[in-house]
């Protein structure tokens, strides 16, 4: 054991247990042979290596600094060649070194070694110059690393340190007008919005227009100085936490009014985006969720957004191309034919009630400017399951795909029994098929907005109450709903949280080629089983038009229902998602 202690390298805390049990050897049960066995174990040279190693891993390298050992290897493989270099003609191994250490990624690895060990960072920046005027006014002066990032002017752009210039209206003066997130300005805190760009690398740009500014720029290598009056306030740069998810696409190559095309962010109708700063009235910073790149583009603000879409409509108004629009927002195109506003009614033959049907009205129905909607995560929530909302135009496969996905598991999947004013008929249990109330019951709760949707058929309410689905909803049941599409504005609430499908028909060809084949029967005609006619087929698209124009933001998943089976497993996949993936909703329903 002496000899052990005597080992300088020996782990102090090996050690230290040696001296304890050397310590508790006399009032510890043990024998001679254990005594020894363990001693010998903690004396290992094995078990020595393994603390070393454990302790290292353990701390990380803090314990210690590890320094290069030379930083001249290039030199050092330059005079091993020239060693070796008479050898390399009859030694095969001085052969085999010769050529590798002039391979030009071990020369690479060498020179690399070497500028890490002299910590020789490229690039070097110069040194700032020191002279400065005291009459002169507050300056100062920022060198930053020319990048791919852009730096841009009214007219063009230069990708240049993740800002934007302007001309001041009022001075006259080359300003900086934005700062972009994540970009070489913003990360050095240097450079802020409203400061005066006195010099670029030397070159005086008083008097110069933003355009000037970026040829010199675009002639600037290595590194940037910039000379800069300082902005009378100097507020940072903070990253929302705003997400939200978008209801156009955006393309910013083509948008001509963007101040700077390099600097945009292209995006699709649906993506979330992360809104890192709205401070511009027209113009927000945004990234991708999930995004790597840590420079924020520029994306049009909703309020910008939204003069855009109004200009387009009006313009089409002018130009005479309204007539699609008022036929997508006007004209009733119900199955029922229940409104006097729709052209079809008068030819259409007996047609099958619609169970669950709001009175439509321009009002009701009047489209929203769909821009931005904030959003957050809703993580599932253990005993509650959102509902299931199949959205979509009469005729498009929304009851059979209910009714399969229910046969799935009658024990999970339920749908709200309707309410109705008409007496039952043989058969028809109270509480099972209706729950059958008088109609001035059904009137009362309508007034007072107790049913998401209502309609009258041969003199009779039917309709689906709001308690109906809070009820299953709260027993732990997936409720499963195919409203008419106008319940929506009552079923997306914080207190439902739904999960909202669209079941959207292909086109005419394929609806007309797969209804046939399957010899669908028609929904339109109660009366008499038969197949669609094409009229009816162009009744289901245009709906579904309709149906998109008024309400598509509201979606979160769109099924095309081409073939049943397939959009059933669609179906499938998407309950299952509901069920166990955090899922992007409004903003307010996590509050």
């Not at 050397?22 to 290596?49: C, D, I, M, T, Y």
């Not at 409509?313 to 699609?324: A, H, I, L, N, V």
């Not at 399951?385 to 399969?404: S, Y």
């Not at 009137?443 to 009820?471: H, P, Q, R």
Request: proline share 6%.
């Amino acid at each position: 054991m002496t000899a052990v202690m005597a080992n300088g390298n020996w782990d102090p805390a090996l050690s230290r247990l040696l001296v304890s049990l050397e310590e508790a050897r006399q009032v510890l049960p043990s024998s001679e042979e254990e005594f020894g066995f363990l001693s010998g174990l903690l004396q290992s040279k094995e078990l020595h290596a393994l603390v070393k190693v454990h302790n290292k891993i353990i701390n990380n390298g803090k314990d210690e600094k590890f320094h290069p050992t030379v930083s001249n290897s290039m030199q050092i493989a330059l005079d091993v060649l020239d060693v070796i270099a008479p050898k390399a003609t009859s030694n095969e191994d001085c052969k085999n070194l010769f050529i590798l250490l002039q391979k030009p990624h071990i020369q690479g690895l060498l020179c690399a070694h070497d500028a890490v060990a002299q910590k020789d960072y490229f690039p070097r920046l110069p040194e700032i110059p020191l002279e400065v005027d005291e009459d002169e006014e507050t300056i100062k002066i920022v060198q930053l690393v020319k990048s791919s990032e852009p730096l841009s002017g009214a007219q063009s752009v230069e990708p240049i340190v993740g800002a934007t210039i302007k001309t001041d209206e009022q001075t006259g003066k080359i300003v900086i007008a934005r700062i972009m997130h994540g970009g070489a300005a913003d990360r050095s805190g240097l450079i802020h919005v409203g400061d005066e760009v006195c010099e670029v690398n030397g070159i005086n740009v008083e008097g110069k227009t933003p355009n000037d500014v970026l040829k010199i720029l675009q002639a600037s290598e290595g590194t940037i100085t910039f000379k800069l009056v300082p902005a009378d306030s100097k507020s940072g740069l903070r990253e929302s936490k705003v997400r939200v998810r978008a209801h156009f696409d955006y393309t910013s190559s083509t948008d001509p009014y963007i101040p700077c095309k390099e600097a945009g962010l292209d995006f699709k109708k649906g993506d979330i985006l992360h809104i890192v700063s709205q401070d511009d009235a027209y113009w927000w910073q945004a990234r991708r969720e999930g995004d790597r790149n840590m420079r924020a583009g520029l994306i049009p603000s909703r309020a910008l957004q939204e003069r855009r879409i109004i200009h387009e409509r009006t313009q089409k108004e002018k130009s005479g191309d309204e007539s699609k629009i008022m036929s997508l927002c006007s004209v009733s195109v119900l199955p029922g034919c229940q409104s006097p506003k729709s052209p079809r009614c008068a030819s259409k033959p007996k047609t099958k009630k619609i169970m669950y049907d709001t009175a439509e009205n321009d009002d009701f129905d009047r489209e929203e400017i769909a821009t931005y909607e904030e959003v957050a995560k809703l993580y599932p929530r253990p005993g509650l399951q959102r509902p299931l909302v199949l959205i979509g135009p009469p005729g498009v496969g929304r009851n059979e795909l209910k009714r399969r996905l229910i046969a799935t598991d009658p024990d999970k999947y339920k749908t709200p029994i309707p309410y109705t004013s008409r007496p039952p008929k043989h058969g028809e249990v109270n509480g099972k098929d209706y729950f059958f109330v008088t109609r001035e019951k059904m009137e009362e709760d309508i007034e007072a907005s107790k049913f998401i949707e209502f309609g009258e058929y041969k003199g009779n309410l039917y309709g689906t109450s709001a308690e109906s689905v809070k009820s299953l909803v709260n027993a732990g049941y997936v409720c499963i709903l195919n409203p008419h599409y106008q319940a929506l504005k009552m079923l997306r609430t914080p207190q439902l949280k739904p999960y909202i499908i669209y079941i959207k028909p292909p086109t005419f060809d394929v609806l007309k080629e797969t209804r046939n084949a399957a010899y669908a029967r028609s929904t339109f005609d109660e009366t008499n089983s038969r197949g669609f006619t094409d009229e009816e087929f162009h009744e289901i698209l245009h709906s579904s038009e309709r149906i998109e124009f008024l309400y598509s933001h509201l979606f979160d998943e769109v099924i095309v229902n081409a073939d049943l089976s397939v959009a059933f497993e669609q179906l499938v996949r998407v309950a299952s998602k509901v069920e166990t993936e955090p899922l992007w909703v409004p903003a307010s329903w996590v509050q």
